[in-house]
């Protein structure tokens, strides 16, 4: 599955904003989903993810109560909502995709889950 990220942007700190994925290809019902992002210097984290069918979703410790991701099967998209912005959040966030299976649930933290990534979209933070 094609991925394409977009909503990026600036935020000032305690601010809110939305980046969305837009998928393609065929069965994207069949793929669990998530967020990964990445700041200047540092590996790639996890941050959000999401079932096939929006059941069950997880969210790495620093962003639980802030970020919300969700996504609409009919029209192949995701979202993450942010709320509550902090300057740690300062990333490239990339949209990811992987099959969903028992290997998806037990490991949805690790990027070797995700087959396909989508291009990135800068978030900035300000203070």
């Known amino acids: 599955v094609q991925l394409q990220a977009s909503g990026g942007g600036v935020v000032q700190s305690g601010g809110s904003l939305r980046v969305s994925c837009a998928a393609s290809g065929r069965d994207f019902s069949t793929y669990g989903m998530g967020w990964f992002r990445q700041s200047r210097g540092t590996e790639r984290q996890f941050v959000a993810a999401?079932?096939?069918?929006?059941?069950?979703?997880w969210y790495a410790n620093s962003v639980k109560g802030r970020f919300t991701i969700s996504r609409d099967n009919a029209k192949n998209t995701m979202d993450l909502q942010m709320s509550s912005l902090k300057p740690e959040d300062t990333a490239v966030y990339y949209c990811v995709a992987g099959l969903y299976t028992s290997d998806f649930i037990n490991n949805y933290y690790s990027p070797v889950v995700y087959d396909d990534w989508g291009q990135g979209t800068q978030v900035t933070v300000s203070s």
């Open positions: 999401i079932s096939r069918n929006s059941g069950r979703t």
